[in-house]
């Protein structure tokens, strides 16, 4: 009995390394890249952080929109704007607990300033913010602040019919 006990324990602890996604460091130049796609997929990118109550609280929607157009051209990236000392400490296991499906990347860029105005001239880096972009339509959206999985789908729509 105790041995059973000390294997469910083992596989309970082991699942949520099992779990765990790949977390790309990403910088400024990944936002121009992004910025500069032609292809026609549609890329919802948010900003957020472990630490920011709005932005953990809009999580879901972003989930939701992934699971719903996961199989059309729509990628979800999540880029996380966390302190790079909390990346193993905070963000990973934030993601992990929460079983996030989103692609997730960290703004590996130590000075906020060399990167926000790449994500749009708005940008005064308050977080959350949300960008969609298509580059084949020239597509661009921008919003600070939380958002609804209603809107989010209302902006994409659009971009996929």
């Known amino acids: 009995m105790k041995k059973k006990a000390v294997i469910i324990t083992?596989?309970?602890?082991?699942?949520?390394?099992?779990?765990?996604?790949?977390?790309?460091l990403v910088n400024r130049d990944w936002i121009t890249q992004?910025?500069?796609?032609?292809?026609?997929?549609?890329?919802?990118?948010?900003?957020?952080a472990t630490w920011c109550k709005p932005c953990v609280e809009e999580i879901p929607h972003f989930e939701k929109l992934y699971a719903t157009y996961k199989n059309q051209k729509v990628k979800v990236i999540?880029?996380?704007?966390?302190?790079?000392?909390?990346?193993?400490?905070?963000?990973i296991p934030f993601v992990q607990n929460k079983k996030m499906e989103t692609i997730v990347v960290f703004m590996n860029e130590p000075n906020p300033n060399n990167?926000?105005?790449?994500?749009?001239?708005?940008?005064?880096g308050a977080?959350?913010?949300?960008?969609?972009?298509?580059?084949?339509?020239n597509f661009r959206y921008f919003s600070e602040g939380e958002t609804t999985y209603e809107r989010l789908e209302q902006v994409i729509k659009p971009l996929i019919n």
Request: charge should be neutral; include cysteine; glycine fraction near 4%.
């Open 115 to 124: 990167w926000i105005d790449k994500v749009d001239e708005k940008f005064t």
């Open 34 to 48: 992004m910025s500069q796609n032609k292809s026609d997929t549609t890329y919802v990118i948010n900003f957020w």
């Open 78 to 91: 999540m880029v996380s704007c966390d302190f790079k000392k909390q990346l193993e400490t905070r963000v």
């Open 10 to 24: 083992l596989l309970i602890g082991l699942s949520q390394y099992l779990w765990a996604q790949k977390i790309e």
């Open 127 to 137: 977080i959350p913010a949300t960008l969609i972009i298509n580059g084949s339509s």
